[in-house]
């Protein structure tokens, strides 16, 4: 007797969604990253920082205390490049650097009393341009999306 035919489990997906996933995520990736989206959020929170400077301080916001390479790799960009950065964060006195608990080599920046105040004026915009943006979602299309999403990027972290 012939062995049973088992199913490949790497290829269990209808490419065709997995293509239209991966289309779908490009695109959000693509639109999200547009200067155009960093300015009109700078501009309805009403705050005086440079387009390069507030998602750092969005992410030392969200991950800190975090240290230049972390946070270099959690962007995409040169080490070097984000380190000026954070130093231009420091001057501005949105966040503050001090050497890590664990690591005395490295220096991690947090937020200040004057970053959170920026954060939260960002993030209150964030969510007036999303409720423009989403006006005909539902809260149960929303908290399914959120749901889905949180899963994705879970597995996808791992």
């Known amino acids: 007797m ?3 035919a088992t199913k490949n489990v790497n290829n269990a997906h209808d490419p065709e969604i997995l293509r239209g996933l991966h289309a779908a995520i490009i695109d959000l ?7 155009r989206r960093d300015d009109r959020l700078i501009e309805e929170a009403g705050i005086p920082l440079d387009r390069a400077l507030f998602p750092l301080l969005a992410r030392v916001w969200r991950y800190g205390p975090i240290g230049v390479v972390d946070l270099a790799d959690r962007t995409g960009r ?12 420091e001057e501005l ?5 001090h050497p890590s608990a664990t690591d005395k080599r490295v220096r991690e920046a947090t937020v200040t009393g004057k970053g959170r105040e920026m954060v939260g004026m960002l993030n209150a915009a964030r969510e007036r341009l999303a409720n423009r943006i989403l006006i005909d979602w539902t809260d149960t299309d929303l908290d399914q999306l959120r749901t889905l999403l949180r899963r994705f990027a879970d597995d996808l972290m791992r």
């Open 2 to 4: 012939a062995p049973k």
């Open 29 to 35: 990736v693509d639109e999200i990253n547009r200067p």
């Open 78 to 89: 040169d080490h070097t490049t984000i380190s000026r950065q954070m130093s231009r964060l």
């Open 93 to 97: 006195g949105l966040i503050e650097r």
